[in-house]
């Protein structure tokens, strides 16, 4: 979306996690997931990719397997999708760190090509941190419903991240995952209806390479959203250092994709 010149969330703001209607509400992502197997004639339509590596990071305790139908929707797109080889995403813990910098390091060395980071969550704001730490390697980075600003505790599951992960919510080391301008180009798509991470958090510092693209959807469908799923294609398509902010071309985009910052119903249930 183009960004609006408004407002910026404070880095470490503490922020209201979403509340117990839209936590509930997550049970809508049943749907969404049901919706990808029912959307993929429209899906196989959507910008194809020139075949450059992309990995994909799943959300706090998930797995590959959760990120198993995007990987294959990219797949089918023409890029290589690679998952995290990691296991459950229990944090950045140092031994992770390094498996991803690795990982990124030999994904550029087999393709002589730069990785785009796709995150899910708690993997979109390792992502982010990761493009922070060598963005030479990094061609974009995508977030869906990531935690990229404020504080942990604006997320319904700090404590089962404190009690995963090993670290606490104030630990410094967290505040370097939301933390900084984007170093590369970075689209973090996000939901006001998220009942696991308050959506404010989600958002970017939006500069001439950094933008917010509001959609309708649970935080635990993200993944398997269609419309989701469009709109990761389209930023995956521009050709390499000709990125330009996502822009409505068809008639029923401007139903999917939104502004954030613009007032709508949704703000209502999630102030």
Same mark, same amino acid.
């Given at each position: 979306?183009?960004?609006?010149?408004?407002?910026?969330?404070?880095?470490?703001?503490?922020?209201?996690? !979403?509340?117990?209607?839209?936590?509930?509400?997550?049970?809508?992502?049943?749907?969404?997931?049901?919706?990808?197997?029912?959307?993929?004639?429209?899906?196989?339509?959507?910008?194809? *990719?020139?075949?450059?590596?992309?990995?994909?990071?799943?959300?706090?305790?998930? *797995?590959?397997?959760?990120?198993? !139908?995007?990987?294959?929707?990219?797949?089918?797109? *023409?890029?290589?999708?690679?998952?995290?080889?990691? #296991?459950?995403?229990?944090?950045?813990?140092?031994?992770?760190?390094?498996?991803?910098?690795?990982?990124?390091?030999?994904?550029?060395?087999?393709?002589?090509?730069?990785?785009?980071?796709? *995150?899910?969550?708690?993997?979109?704001? &390792?992502?982010?941190?990761?493009?922070?730490?060598?963005?030479?390697? /990094?061609?974009?980075?995508?977030?869906?419903?990531?935690?990229?600003?404020?504080?942990?505790?604006?997320?319904?599951?700090?404590?089962?991240?404190?009690?995963?992960?090993?670290?606490?919510?104030?630990?410094?080391?967290?505040?370097?995952?939301?933390? #900084?301008?984007?170093?590369?180009?970075?689209?973090?798509?996000?939901?006001?209806?998220?009942?696991?991470?308050?959506?404010?958090?989600?958002?970017?510092?939006?500069?001439?390479?950094?933008?917010?693209?509001?959609?309708?959807?649970?935080?635990?469908? &993200?993944?398997?959203?269609?419309?989701?799923?469009?709109?990761?294609?389209?930023?995956?398509?521009?050709?390499?250092?000709?990125?330009?902010?996502?822009?409505?071309?068809?008639?029923?985009?401007?139903?999917?994709?939104?502004?954030?910052?613009?007032?709508?119903?949704?703000?209502? /249930?999630?102030?």
């Amino acid at each position: 979306m183009k960004p609006a010149g408004r407002r910026r969330p404070a880095t470490h703001e503490t922020l209201k996690p !979403p509340s117990a209607l839209l936590m509930a509400m997550e049970g809508r992502a049943i749907f969404e997931w049901a919706s990808f197997a029912l959307a993929w004639p429209l899906l196989k339509q959507a910008p194809r *990719g020139d075949g450059h590596p992309v990995l994909v990071l799943p959300g706090l305790a998930a *797995g590959d397997t959760s990120t198993r !139908p995007l990987r294959h929707f990219l797949e089918h797109l *023409g890029y290589a999708a690679y998952p995290w080889n990691q #296991g459950p995403n229990f944090g950045p813990r140092d031994h992770v760190i390094k498996g991803l910098v690795d990982r990124v390091r030999a994904l550029q060395k087999k393709h002589d090509r730069k990785v785009s980071l796709i *995150g899910w969550s708690l993997g979109g704001a &390792m992502a982010n941190a990761l493009a922070l730490r060598m963005p030479e390697r /990094i061609r974009q980075v995508i977030t869906l419903g990531s935690p990229l600003t404020g504080h942990p505790k604006g997320t319904n599951v700090w404590r089962v991240f404190e009690l995963v992960s090993g670290f606490r919510h104030d630990d410094p080391r967290l505040m370097e995952l939301v933390s #900084g301008e984007a170093s590369v180009p970075t689209t973090s798509i996000m939901s006001k209806t998220d009942g696991i991470v308050s959506w404010r958090m989600s958002l970017a510092r939006e500069s001439r390479i950094a933008e917010n693209i509001e959609v309708s959807a649970t935080h635990l469908g &993200m993944g398997a959203n269609p419309a989701v799923l469009w709109v990761i294609a389209d930023r995956l398509a521009q050709a390499e250092n000709r990125w330009k902010p996502f822009k409505p071309s068809r008639a029923w985009h401007n139903l999917l994709y939104r502004d954030p910052h613009r007032f709508r119903l949704a703000d209502l /249930i999630a102030p």
